[in-house]
């Protein structure tokens, strides 16, 4: 299956120098940590991330409410997502993780997103066999996204 089809560019590309990622052992997930009403895309990702000081957004990849899959880095850049592994990952950050009263829960995502993950994360791990899907909270003590267990959502 070609998934350049599923993938949509709405960044302009070459407007910054972003160091090159030389390995990628990691496919990591993430989300925006938003309520189910709060409708993000790369753009206005990428507007927020700059406006924090950043050069561009973090991630490689956005996954909206609809499953639409988004491309942010070019997938060779070095990414801004997971203090410590940004070097050797690449980011899927999928819209959502809280509910509607602003509470962490894994039931936020909607099925189109879900579908598209695994769309993903299948193609990535062909491109990248050896790289592990991981959820950023796997890797850093602190972090509790993506509010499930990703490493057993896809060998569970």
Same mark, same amino acid.
């Given at each position: 299956?070609?998934?350049?089809?599923?993938?949509?560019?709405?960044?302009?590309?070459?407007?910054?120098?972003?160091k090159?990622?030389?390995?990628?052992?990691?496919?990591?997930?993430?989300?925006?940590?938003?309520?189910p009403?709060?409708?993000?895309?790369?753009?206005?990702?990428d507007?927020?991330?700059r406006a924090?000081?950043?050069?561009?957004?973090?991630c490689?990849?956005?996954?909206?409410?609809?499953?639409?899959i988004?491309?942010?880095?070019? @997938?060779?850049?070095h990414? &801004?997502?997971t203090?410590?592994?940004d +070097?050797s990952s $690449?980011?899927? #950050?999928l819209?959502?993780?809280r509910?509607?009263?602003? @509470?962490p829960?894994?039931q &936020?995502?909607?099925?189109e997103?879900? +579908?598209?993950? $695994?769309?993903? #994360?299948?193609?990535?791990?062909?491109?990248?066999?050896?790289?592990?899907?991981?959820g950023?909270?796997?890797l850093?003590?602190? +972090?509790?996204?993506?509010y499930?267990?990703?490493e057993d959502?896809?060998?569970?």
């Amino acid at each position: 299956m070609d998934l350049s089809t599923h993938i949509k560019e709405y960044l302009p590309l070459g407007l910054v120098n972003i160091k090159k990622r030389n390995q990628t052992d990691f496919i990591i997930v993430t989300c925006t940590d938003t309520k189910p009403d709060k409708l993000l895309d790369i753009v206005q990702l990428d507007r927020l991330h700059r406006a924090l000081g950043w050069i561009s957004v973090g991630c490689h990849f956005l996954i909206d409410k609809f499953g639409e899959i988004q491309k942010g880095r070019e @997938i060779e850049e070095h990414g &801004s997502h997971t203090w410590g592994y940004d +070097e050797s990952s $690449l980011c899927i #950050t999928l819209v959502g993780g809280r509910n509607l009263e602003g @509470i962490p829960t894994d039931q &936020s995502y909607f099925e189109e997103q879900l +579908e598209s993950l $695994l769309l993903l #994360t299948s193609h990535l791990k062909r491109v990248y066999p050896d790289a592990r899907v991981i959820g950023q909270d796997q890797l850093l003590k602190d +972090e509790e996204k993506p509010y499930f267990d990703v490493e057993d959502y896809f060998n569970g």
